[in-house]
């Protein structure tokens, strides 16, 4: 049971900054209901904190030897995973178009991308395959795996790449390297599903935990780019 303690610890881990992120926004978000941005941010971090805890009791209920009907139930947590959690990087392309209102004209576009993933993701087959009897890799089908890999790629490429372009006419230090954290969060993102993916195709516990350590980074880059303590402000401003 080793194994997953680690896998399970790793998953709490990578929960953890989205949740403390959604509820700072959320914060935010009551101070000022008007600002879009602010809206947008908490939409995108609800998103992303739900996808991981539902991950994280997907975890938690996989077992070596699991009854029919905890075995729909982890699947349909995964399944939930994945839609929740490209839910959040739609909310997080609208929150680039706050900044850059040039891209608005192709969230309808987006949207109807949204929608189709979602279908094909909630509609493929998927299950839960165990390993040393201790750890699973999720079993999609390469449908669903590439209308994942299809709209996470796409807009995290385009959120990074144009978050790390804004930051340079930037005047602002501190404003630059918040553009810039969110940039990398936005690699880091890709790195994790890229992982987590590939861990389909080569079973094995290193990419499982790669995907984790990626997606713990992600969150904490995140961290550094939408909260910035204080503290962070001032070593950037130095």
Not at 116 to 127: D, E, F, N, Q, R
Not at 144 to 173: D, P
């Amino acid at each position: 049971m080793a194994l997953l303690s680690a896998t399970t610890i790793g998953m709490f881990l990578c929960t953890l900054p989205f949740c403390i992120i959604a509820v700072h926004s959320f914060r935010e978000y009551l101070t000022d209901k008007q600002d879009p941005k602010k809206k947008h941010v908490f939409y995108a971090f609800l998103c992303f904190s739900v996808a991981f805890i539902l991950n994280l009791i997907a975890y938690i209920f996989v077992l070596p030897d699991m009854s029919p009907g905890r075995f729909m139930a982890v699947t349909a947590l995964f399944k939930l995973f994945d839609a929740v959690n490209i839910a959040g990087v739609f909310w997080i392309f609208v929150f680039l178009t706050d900044f850059m209102g040039g891209m608005k004209r192709y969230l309808p576009l987006v949207f109807i991308h949204l929608g189709i993933s979602l279908v094909l993701i909630l509609g493929m087959p998927y299950g839960v395959d165990i390993i040393d009897g201790t750890n699973y890799v999720k079993d999609r089908a390469a449908v669903s795996s590439l209308a994942i890999l299809a709209f996470w790629l796409l807009y995290w490429g385009i959120v990074a790449y144009n978050f790390w372009s804004h930051s340079k006419l930037m005047t602002k230090r501190v404003a630059a390297r918040r553009s810039q954290m969110m940039s990398l969060g936005g690699v880091f993102s890709v790195l994790s599903y890229l992982c987590a993916i590939f861990s389909n195709v080569f079973p094995g516990a290193i990419l499982v935990h790669l995907a984790l350590f990626f997606a713990t980074v992600a969150g904490i880059v995140f961290y550094a780019g939408f909260v910035a303590p204080e503290r962070l402000r001032r070593m950037w401003e130095e």
